[in-house]
C-alpha cells in the first residue's frame, strides 16, 4: 500500500489528469460552519428544500436530523474528504451586461446540452479509482471506503471545499478562488483514509459588498447568510407553484437561476474560460426569446433539456419564469401572447399571464 503522503498526492495528480482545476483535502471532521446549517434550517431559510432535513442513517427515528449538519451522522467511517473542482466558465457575456426586453436569462452553468452532475462525476470516479489502486494490498482494499457526490449526497460541500484550500466562502456564500474566481463546479469524495489536510484557504473578500448590494429581492440576511426563499435561483428552479408577487419584479428577465452575484464580484473579472466541450454553451440558451420559453412544447422541452439541469425546473416552471420576465419587460409587443396564455391548461402560468399583462398595460412601452 501507498503512504497517506502519496495517496494524497496520487489523488491531487489523478484529479489534474481527469480534468479538474483544482483539488484539496479536508478533515472530516465538524466545522463551525457546518454547526450554522443547523440554524439556517430552524430559521426557515431554506423554503421548501424538504430533503435538507431528514433523519439519519445512524439514528433513523430522531425526528428533525439534519443529514447535511455532520459527516458523523451519515458517514461516520469518512476520515477525509476529498474536493475537487473544475471551471465552467464559458467566453460569453454576464447577465449584467445584456439588456434585451425580449429575451430571457439561464444561469451560467446550464448553457450546455450536459448536466454537470454526470460529467463532474465520470472525472470523480476516476480519481476515485486511482485512490483504490494506490491502495493494492488486498487486505486493506477490502477495509477501504470511498463515496463520491456531486451535489446529490449528505454534505455541503463548499464547507469542506474552503478547508481543503479550494478557495474561500464568498459573502454571496459562493466557494471563491483566488484565480478561477467562483465559476466553480464541486465534486467531493469521502474517504476511511486519514489524510493529511490541506491549508483552509483565506477569506479574501474584505470590506466588499458589491454582491450583498446587487442582489434585485434582498436575499442575503447578511454578509455570509441567504434566505433562499427571496434568493432568485431557488424562485426559479426549486419553487414549485406560483412566484410570490412582491419577488416578481425583481426576478427582471431571470428564467432559469440567477448570477447577478457572481456576475459583480471583482474576483471573476479575471475569470479564466473553459475549454472542456461539455460546458461549451448552446446559443439558443444564452439570453433565449422569452416568446419562446412561454411557449416550448413538452416534446421541445424534452428534446433540449433531457441531459440538462434545467429539467430540474420542468416545462411548467419554465413557462411560469419566462412569463414572469415578460412581465418585467416593459414589452407591450408581449401582451397578444401574454392575453393567450391567461387561459392556459396550466393554471400557474394562465394566473402569472394575468399579472404580467396587467404589469405589461400600466408599465409597458
Not at 483539488?23 to 424538504?50: N, Q, R
Not at 467511517?77 to 430571457?104: F, H, K, L, M
Not at 471583482?266 to 474560460?273: D, G, I, Q
Request: proline share 4%; aromatic share 8%.
Amino acid at each position: 500500500m501507498s503512504s497517506i503522503s502519496e495517496i494524497a498526492a496520487i489523488a491531487k495528480q489523478s484529479a489534474q489528469s481527469a480534468g479538474f482545476d483544482l483539488c484539496g483535502v479536508a478533515s472530516a471532521t465538524d466545522s463551525p460552519e457546518l454547526a450554522y446549517f443547523a440554524d439556517w434550517i430552524a430559521a426557515g431559510h431554506a423554503g421548501e428544500m424538504k430533503y435538507l432535513v431528514s433523519r439519519t442513517e445512524a439514528n433513523p427515528v430522531e425526528s428533525g436530523s439534519l443529514k447535511r449538519s455532520s459527516l458523523s451522522h451519515t458517514a461516520p467511517w469518512a476520515r477525509s474528504v476529498i474536493v475537487c473542482a473544475i471551471n465552467y466558465n464559458t467566453e460569453q457575456p454576464y447577465s449584467t451586461e445584456v439588456n434585451d426586453s425580449g429575451r430571457g436569462w439561464i444561469s451560467r452553468y446550464a448553457w450546455s446540452g450536459e448536466d454537470y452532475h454526470e460529467s463532474v462525476m465520470r472525472r470523480l470516479r476516476q480519481v476515485e479509482a486511482a485512490i483504490r489502486a494506490a491502495v493494492n494490498d488486498g487486505s486493506k482494499e477490502a477495509n477501504l471506503i470511498t463515496r463520491c457526490y456531486v451535489d446529490t449526497g449528505p454534505i455541503i460541500e463548499r464547507v469542506y471545499a474552503k478547508y481543503a484550500g479550494v478557495g474561500w466562502i464568498g459573502k454571496n456564500t459562493c466557494i471563491i478562488n483566488q484565480k478561477k474566481g467562483s465559476w466553480l463546479f464541486l465534486g467531493v469524495i469521502l474517504t476511511s483514509l486519514e489524510l493529511q489536510a490541506d491549508i483552509p484557504a483565506p477569506d479574501r473578500c474584505g470590506t466588499c459588498t458589491r454582491c450583498i448590494q446587487a442582489c434585485p429581492t434582498n436575499a442575503f440576511v447578511a454578509p455570509y447568510q441567504l434566505d433562499a426563499n427571496k434568493c432568485i435561483s431557488y424562485l426559479t428552479i426549486e419553487k414549485r407553484g406560483p412566484i410570490p408577487q412582491e419577488l416578481r419584479a425583481g426576478v427582471g428577465h431571470q428564467v432559469f437561476g440567477c448570477d447577478i452575484c457572481q456576475d459583480v464580484c471583482p474576483w471573476n473579472r479575471k475569470a479564466p474560460a473553459s475549454t472542456e466541450a461539455e460546458f461549451q454553451a448552446q446559443p439558443e440558451l444564452v439570453n433565449p426569446a422569452l416568446d419562446w420559453l412561454a411557449e416550448i412544447s413538452e416534446e421541445e422541452f424534452r428534446r433540449l433539456f433531457r441531459k440538462s439541469a434545467v429539467r430540474r425546473t420542468k416545462r411548467s416552471g419554465m413557462r411560469r419564469n419566462a412569463v414572469v420576465a415578460m412581465g418585467n419587460s416593459a414589452n407591450r409587443n408581449f401582451l397578444p401572447l401574454l392575453e393567450k396564455l391567461t387561459t392556459d391548461q396550466d393554471e400557474v402560468v394562465a394566473q402569472t399571464a394575468r399579472w404580467a399583462r396587467s404589469e405589461l398595460a400600466r408599465n409597458g412601452h
